[in-house]
């Protein structure tokens, strides 16, 4: 048995004794019915409760909690979004995270240890600062890196000349960061839970029940349940759901992977992303590696994803991150991402009356989530769209006024 | 049997060749290996293979590696390893092993040469198949070596047949889609402790079957009773086997079992000179041949029993196990300085699983199970259920334990999770195995619940009064066992992690001293400084040179695309925004591409080569997803159309010579071509030999000056280039790069698309209204023009911008507010953005272009550029900066 010392793994805190009822089941009605417990429905059923006072409201899973999107995704939370909606609504998110929890009294390792954004090419760069320059008039934290600089925050990063595609620069969020998805998805679930609403799993809607262009409730594998109003959050499955009700959303259904190391000594203690050699990474409070790449390029509803995709991003992780060349590959996920042609998302109304609408969110949705849920929450609430939500209707299709992340962001983790 | 010498947290020791580290330090007498992860709790090794979950070593010679399993690593002479405690290092060296890759397709894939993948093996063969055989073992015979047994040579000689591919070592990592597998060999690490650069240390194999035979076998797993973790508690068939190999530093033994392994392997410790105190069944009623064997050999059998607790010695290891009732009652000690657990086996159903088959619990067995055969994947062996033996486990997982027994009573050795934490999760509401694995952490270390996933699915049973396969089903997730990350990037490190595609001009441009642009997977000349020039002075002299003499520009890595067919001119008419099937042979056009949305979406000139032969250019980094675009529309939409794409980007190089100098220097390159205004025109083009080699010759500009283009077939790239200089030389010809392009571009406002466009532009917002035909009846993009957004007012549109101090270039990406919002502090209403900005020698003052939002409308206004250590104040303009008229083309 060695003596020496070693960089030890921190055990994480234990989660609370009580967070939800097994196994419940459905009323016969609810004011409320969100379909999908990810995060963004658990958020909109906490939000309904909590800012609006709507609690006779259930949280409909047709596996188990949080076991889509939610519960596979790399956590990277930032703001420094390129468009002035964007900026409006992932930052009001940002904005909630910071406190949020304390406000649900749950552990959620909520870490703002900065995301930076390399760039790699003239060109990388020349759009990476107008990135930065947007932020600065949308006053979002955000600060220009040159490579000695990102040397200095992350010294794993290889900024020399002589590397495929070198460190030219990059764009750093302060308060961006990351925290742990169960956790949140947890802490949501709970809080809503203690305010009275119903979190229902294994139980898979199947259709809707509409009378004269309304929507009166959901036909579900548990039978069906009436309600007022009814929520589409179920992120890469809302177009199977949409036209269930009998209208079409512009998403397209991918495969979105990624991946973790085993449990290593820290060396990294903010997130890295680059689109230009498809890799995103941080290191969790564990010590796992957890990184990213894009999507496959097929449509699936299956959760995986082509192995060509991990090794093209492992061969740029070892080009850009020498020291992890020795790292292993522990496992590989996939979850189905909803992408909209402007890789922005579609909150709002439906053709449906009182049929509402939150998806598209994409590869990026995770550091949405309480932003999505508070908009989503005003929006059945009010029965018309929140403010921060506005641009994001569903009519942008037809009109054009797209809100285009495509163009500079490439995948919008 | 050789001796091999080896390291051990710093302690010489020897060993076997040919056994495992593990094996090694038992016959050593080594029992306790490292520490837990969490607790600090002395642990041992449990298994014999990739099951195993505590014994992990740090590897510190050869290419290095952290946290590896002590038991799958061959002792070889030189090795030193240290123990880990669940966390891995990550040394600052490099790792300069080679690895590499492999692509297969074979008939039949067979994952396991234990006796059923053999058998199959042999199946196939005989039908003529061609068949590859993957086991990760070194040797062949699955549990038979184990067993000390020999494989049957009818069987073993299927593995040196000519249709069979046999890869010992080699791990099928993953199960994907249509047959398609992905396995790592490892070829080095137990040949010596060197690090390998000629050969590869793990190779990647891709390997695409039509059929994929599993029959991967089974783990045996671990019962989850008080201090079930200290050294000395083995699996059962584990302990037996190592001992059985004279890697034996017990003296006496207790089983416990629910099932006949556990007689089996305690007859082969007591045959080995274990003493056998005593075998604990769970079963009330124990029987067959296995259990006959050991009461022959006199081994006494408790039955109804289990243990409830252990003691240990004061070393930490196993002093004994207290044997009781399954609630816990009646509980006694029986000493044994190992404690061999038998919990049932464990079929290996991660494969299945990586595929979306479901395994099936068999309550007979007492096991998941994958009885599964299509046309694309079958299963063999224990993982198809076939158990051989007499087993008759009983399902059972542990006994009932107290509170306090629950915090010491492993579920996951690795990840240090108990049965408190186990039990917890149930009282939370968790009920699914994966809320229960999430909130517990079991099944989350290096071996992602080999030994704990069932143990688990069949706690939450026992807990709930449910059956395990009532809880869900038991999902793995590549890869089965870790990978390092180098031997997945394989020969894609360093330069070669993406292809670098270079013109056949590059050595030239290197030799120069010029630096490289990236430009998408391209190497482009950025700019070339003479001696002691920075990157602003040599482009000064660059634009200058272009714009009063002759410069010289490699335009190779344009994207080309060769697009022939009776109905060529009729797709560039839908492709593009303006007419091009009316275009006349031997003459170019400049065009503009749109996507589905109206918005600009790619550039280039297109020639018409003959009636029915078009050569389209694109931009460097738009040339792949062009081509992808093109074939869309003619593979799902316009099948009809009888129009072939090629691209030809590599094929051709072009050599572009500009400047009102270009003329005189282009008759010289090609004495026999008229290279007057009336005989060449501008977008013409003409075939003539220019220093001896045939070509085309196209009169496009790019930068507003007199230019030609020189086509030759790509071999030709570098003579042609060399001739320019040489017959320039007395013209001063000026080689420029990216950057003089680009600012002589700009200051004519011509465009960039992916610089002035980033996918919300529509021609009319880049003041190109000219380019979109009004007599097409349609065009792909036409119809979103009239959407509300895209006809609205206040769209942003191109314009120029001059700062008031000429002597400032503006960054690049900088946002525009209103002159009266100069001193608003953020958050604040921006206009637009600076997409394009220079010094310009031609202007003698910096100048840029922007996107200002109704901006044609605002030329004259004032603006401000808010940053954070400076406001900028200037003007905006019309984007053409120099040559309105367009008089210069023409020289
Ligand atoms: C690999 C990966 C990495 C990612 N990385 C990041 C990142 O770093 N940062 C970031 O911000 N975002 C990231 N994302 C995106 C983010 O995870 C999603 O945008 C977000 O989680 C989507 O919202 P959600 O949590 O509500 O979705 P989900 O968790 O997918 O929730 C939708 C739920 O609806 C349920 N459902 C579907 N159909 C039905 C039905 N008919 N009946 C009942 N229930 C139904 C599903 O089972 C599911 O649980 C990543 C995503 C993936 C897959």
Redesign the pocket.
Do not use: P
């Given at each position: 048995m060695a003596n020496m010392t070693r960089r030890r793994t921190v055990e994480l805190p234990d989660h609370p004794d009580f967070l939800w009822v097994a196994e419940q089941k459905p009323k016969k009605s609810y004011d409320v019915i969100i379909?999908?417990?990810?995060?963004?429905?658990l958020a909109t059923a906490y939000y309904l409760a909590k800012n609006h006072g709507i609690t006779n409201v259930a949280v409909?899973?047709?596996?188990w909690l949080?076991?889509?999107?939610?519960?596979?995704?790399?956590?990277?939370?930032r703001s420094n979004y390129l468009w002035d909606e964007s900026a409006g609504i992932y930052d009001h998110s940002l904005k909630l995270w910071e406190n949020l929890e304390e406000e649900v009294g749950y552990e959620m390792f909520f870490s703002q240890r900065g995301v930076m954004t390399l760039a790699h090419s003239v060109s990388d760069v020349r759009s990476k600062q107008r990135n930065f320059y947007a932020n600065h008039v949308n006053a979002v934290d955000s600060v220009w890196l040159t490579p000695e600089e990102v040397k200095e925050i992350a010294p794993i990063v290889n900024i020399s000349e002589d590397i495929r595609y070198p460190v030219m620069g990059a764009t750093f969020q302060p308060r961006g960061g990351i925290a742990k998805h169960d956790w949140v998805a947890w802490g949501y679930a709970k809080a809503a839970a203690d305010l009275g609403v119903d979190i229902i799993q294994n139980?898979?809607?199947t259709g809707f029940d509409i009378v004269n262009g309304k929507v009166k409730g959901v036909k579900t594998t548990q039978g069906d349940i009436a309600a007022n109003k009814v929520g589409m959050?179920?992120?890469?499955?809302t177009s199977?759901?949409a036209n269930m009700a009998g209208f079409d959303v512009p998403l397209q259904s991918r495969p979105?992977?990624?991946l973790v190391s085993p449990l290593l000594e820290q060396v990294l203690d903010t997130v890295i992303m680059s689109g230009a050699v498809h890799v995103?990474v941080s290191q969790a409070h564990k010590g796992e590696l957890v990184m990213?790449a894009g999507t496959d390029s097929y449509n699936s509803y299956a959760q995986r994803g082509g192995f060509h995709v991990i090794e093209h991003q492992l061969a740029a992780a070892c080009e850009l991150f020498p020291i992890f060349e020795r790292a292993h590959l522990l496992r590989t996920w996939?979850?189905i991402?909803d992408i909209a042609p402007d890789a922005s998302p579609i909150i709002g109304l439906t053709p449906v009356e009182n049929l509402y609408i939150n998806s598209g969110?994409?590869?990026?949705?995770?550091?949405?989530?309480p932003g999505s849920g508070w908009v989503m929450a005003a929006t059945i609430a009010n029965g018309e769209p929140d403010a921060l939500a506005k641009p994001y209707a569903l009519d942008r299709f037809i009109s054009g006024h797209l809100i285009d992340e495509h163009g500079a962001a490439g995948v919008a983790? | 049997m050789s001796t091999v010498n080896f390291t051990f947290d710093g302690k010489q020791y020897s060993g076997q060749k040919g056994e495992s580290l593990a094996s090694a330090l038992l016959r050593n007498g080594v029992l306790h290996f490292t520490d837990s992860s969490y607790k600090d709790r002395p642990r041992g090794v449990m298994g014999l293979w990739v099951e195993e979950p505590n014994a992990l070593v740090n590897i510190d010679s050869g290419a290095g590696e952290p946290m590896v399993m002590s038991t799958t690593i061959e002792i070889v002479d030189g090795l030193v390893a240290r123990s880990s405690q669940g966390v891995g290092d990550l040394p600052d060296t490099r790792d300069n092993s080679r690895y590499d890759k492999v692509n297969r397709h074979v008939d039949v894939l067979v994952v396991g040469a234990g006796t059923a993948g053999l058998e199959a093996a042999k199946k196939y063969s005989d039908q003529g198949k061609s068949v590859i055989v993957v086991d990760d073992k070194p040797a062949a015979g699955g549990h038979l070596v184990y067993l000390g047994q020999a494989v049957p040579a009818d069987l073993l000689s299927v593995l040196d047949r000519e249709n069979v591919t046999y890869l010992p070592r080699t791990t099928v990592q993953g199960l994907y889609d249509q047959g398609y597998s992905v396995a790592t060999e490892r070829r080095t690490d137990h040949l010596d402790s060197k690090v390998h650069t000629e050969m590869s240390r793990i190779r990647t194999w891709h390997i695409r079957a039509d059929h994929t035979v599993l029959a991967t076998g089974a783990f045996q797993r671990h019962l989850v009773f008080a201090n079930n973790d200290r050294p000395g508690i083995m699996l059962s068939h584990s302990a037996a086997t190592y001992v059985s190999n004279g890697a034996n530093p017990f003296k006496s033994a207790v089983v416990v079992t629910v099932d006949n392994q556990g007689y089996r392997d305690a007859v082969r410790l007591s045959q080995a000179g274990v003493t056998v105190n005593a075998i604990v069944d769970i079963r009330n009623n124990p029987s067959g041949p296995s259990v006959e064997a050991a009461k022959a050999a006199g081994i006494e059998i408790i039955t109804g029993k289990t243990a409830i607790d252990t003691c240990e010695k004061e070393d930490g290891t196993v002093k004994c196990v207290s044997v009781g009732n399954p609630d816990g009652s009646d509980a006694a000690c029986i000493d044994g300085d190992l404690i061999a657990v038998s919990g049932g086996w464990t079929p290996v159903v991660h494969l299945a699983t990586f595929v979306g088959i479901k395994p099936t619990w068999d309550a007979k067995l007492a096991a998941f199970v994958v009885k599964h055969s299509d046309s694309l994947t079958s299963t063999a062996g224990m993982l198809a259920g076939d158990f051989g033996g007499d087993d008759n486990a009983e399902i059972f997982f542990g006994p009932t334990l107290t509170t306090e027994q629950a915090l010491v009573a492993f579920v996951d050795y690795q990840r240090d999770a108990t049965y408190r934490d186990f039990k917890r999760a149930i009282d939370a509401g968790m009920r699914s195995i994966e809320h229960v694995k999430r909130y517990t952490a079991i099944g989350t270390a290096h071996d992602q619940g080999k030994t704990s996933g069932t143990v688990t699915m069949g706690l939450i049973g026992q807990a709930i009064g449910k059956a395990p396969d009532e809880i869900g089903s038991l999902t793995f997730r590549p890869p089965y066992i870790t990978i390092p990350f180098a031997a997945l990037a394989g020969r894609d490190r360093g330069l070669l992690s993406d292809p670098e595609r270079t013109t056949p001009i590059h050595a030239w441009h290197v030799a120069s001293g010029a630096p490289m642009e990236d430009v998408g997977q391209w190497k482009r000349p950025w700019y070339f400084p003479k001696s002691g020039e920075n990157m602003h002075a040599a482009v000064l002299r660059e634009c200058a040179a272009v714009r009063e003499g002759v410069g010289v520009m490699d335009a190779s890595t344009l994207g080309k695309i060769d697009i022939q067919g009776k109905d060529a001119g009729q797709f560039l008419d839908m492709i593009y925004t303006n007419m091009f099937s009316t275009l006349k042979v031997g003459m170019s056009r400049y065009g503009l591409m749109c996507g589905v949305d109206g918005m600009v979406f790619d550039d280039g000139v297109t020639t018409r080569i003959s009636e029915n032969h078009w050569l389209m250019t694109t931009t460097t980094g738009g040339a792949a997803k062009v081509l992808d675009w093109l074939e869309e529309w003619l593979q799902t939409e316009w099948p009809h159309l009888e129009v072939y794409c090629t691209s030809v980007t590599e094929q051709i190089s072009t050599v572009a010579i500009v400047g009102p100098k270009s003329r005189e220097l282009m008759s010289r390159l090609a004495p026999a071509l008229d290279v007057s205004n009336e005989a060449f025109a501008f977008m013409e083009n003409k075939h003539a030999d220019v220093a001896g080699v045939p070509a085309r010759i196209a009169r496009i500009s790019f930068s507003g000056e007199l230019a030609y283009e020189i086509n030759v077939p790509a071999i030709y790239g570098l003579h042609i280039w060399e001739a320019v200089m040489s017959q320039g030389a007395d013209l001063n010809i000026t080689p420029y790069g990216t950057e003089t392009m680009h600012v002589l571009r700009a200051e004519k406002g011509f465009v960039i698309v992916g610089q002035e466009t980033d996918g919300t532009q529509t021609p009319d917002d880049l003041d190109m209204s000219w380019i979109v035909s009004k007599k097409k009846d349609d065009f792909i993009g036409k119809r979103s023009f009239s959407r509300a957004d895209t006809a609205r007012d206040g769209r942003h549109q191109l314009v120029g911008i001059l700062a008031d101090d000429g002597s400032y270039v503006i960054p690049e990406g900088a946002y525009i507010v209103a002159g009266a919002d100069a001193n608003t502090a953020p958050p604040v209403k921006h206009i637009g953005y600076i997409t394009s900005s220079y010094d310009s020698a031609a202007l003698g003052r910096s100048f840029a272009l922007a996107l200002v939002a109704n901006g044609l409308a605002r030329k004259g206004e004032k603006i401000a550029i808010p940053m954070a250590d400076r406001v900028v104040t200037g003007v905006i303009t019309d984007s053409v900066f120099v040559d309105k008229e367009n008089t210069r083309r023409d020289g």
């Open positions: 379909i999908g417990a990810g995060g963004h429905g409909i899973e047709k596996g949080a076991g889509g999107n939610m519960g596979r995704n790399t956590t990277i939370i139980c898979e809607v959050v179920a992120a890469g499955h199977v759901l979105l992977q990624a995103y990213g996939g979850g991402v969110w994409g590869t990026g949705g995770f550091k949405a989530t983790h | -």
